[in-house]
């Protein structure tokens, strides 16, 4: 069984540019869940999609950040416009259950010059 | 709300010694316990994780982490350390539906 991918692995983009990151979770898995880890600090979590819908949203940190799921397959979440401080590792996880255990996959690294 | 401490941002040891890295959660509510870790370059891989029965949990190459509820502690442990095993390492609570919580990681170098 395929794990959780993620592409790009790594993106280099100048202040201002636009990125969109994927997210392909395991077959069969309905909740998907971004998290981020910037620079020196801990991975927080971004947004949590159950299937096709936004179930929390609480740790977006601005409008800057776009998240989708259509078809409630693969996410994308986009940046726009990217910000220097948007540098750092994007994760994502998927889970079957939304008490399951969530499994991550290799992460995207973002750099914002 | 969920919390989760690592009081040691970075261990060194010496190669075939034995290791603790410590993690402290608060909670008001019961928790799942994870350790993940992050080798370089790599994505989060789970070590081991804390769900229900016995409070001794082994993972995977060799690491065993013990569930302490009176102290709220899950110390990650492992008896003889390999240059391989050096990464980082993320102690993580969940709630039966909530999103993961990490804490903010232990650098472990093994030295040789």
């Known amino acids: 069984e395929a794990g959780v991918t993620q592409f790009p692995s790594h993106s280099v983009i100048e202040k201002g540019q636009t990125v969109t990151l994927r997210c392909d979770p395991i077959?069969?898995?309905?909740?998907l869940y971004w998290y981020r880890r910037v620079m020196g600090k801990e991975i927080k979590f971004l947004l949590h999609?159950?299937?096709?819908?936004?179930?929390?949203e609480s740790g977006m940190p601005n409008n800057r950040f776009l998240a989708e799921r259509t078809g409630g397959t693969y996410s994308t979440l986009k940046v726009q416009p990217a910000e220097l401080e948007d540098s750092g590792v994007y994760f994502c996880?998927?889970?079957?259950?939304?008490?399951?255990?969530?499994?991550f996959g290799p992460g995207t690294r973002l750099t914002v010059t | 709300a969920q919390s989760v401490t690592q009081l040691d941002s970075q261990v060194p040891v010496f190669e075939e010694a034995p290791v603790e890295l410590r993690c402290n959660y608060s909670?008001?509510?019961?928790?799942?316990l994870f350790w993940y870790v992050q080798y370089p370059n790599q994505g989060l891989q789970l070590l081991l994780k804390?769900?229900?029965?016995?409070?001794l949990v082994k993972g995977i190459n060799g690491f065993e982490a013990e569930f302490n509820k009176s102290q709220t502690s899950f110390h990650l442990r492992k008896p003889s350390v390999h240059i391989s095993d050096t990464a980082e390492y993320f102690c993580?609570?969940?709630?039966?539906?909530?999103?993961?919580?990490f804490g903010p990681g232990t650098s472990l170098s093994v030295i040789p």
């Open positions: 077959s069969g898995h309905d909740n």
């Open positions: 999609f159950v299937k096709e819908s936004k179930q929390d």
């Open positions: 993580a609570v969940k709630t039966s539906y909530d999103k993961v919580i």
């Open positions: 909670s008001s509510v019961s928790v799942y």
């Open positions: 996880a998927s889970s079957q259950r939304r008490e399951g255990e969530q499994y």
């Open positions: 804390y769900l229900s029965g016995s409070t």
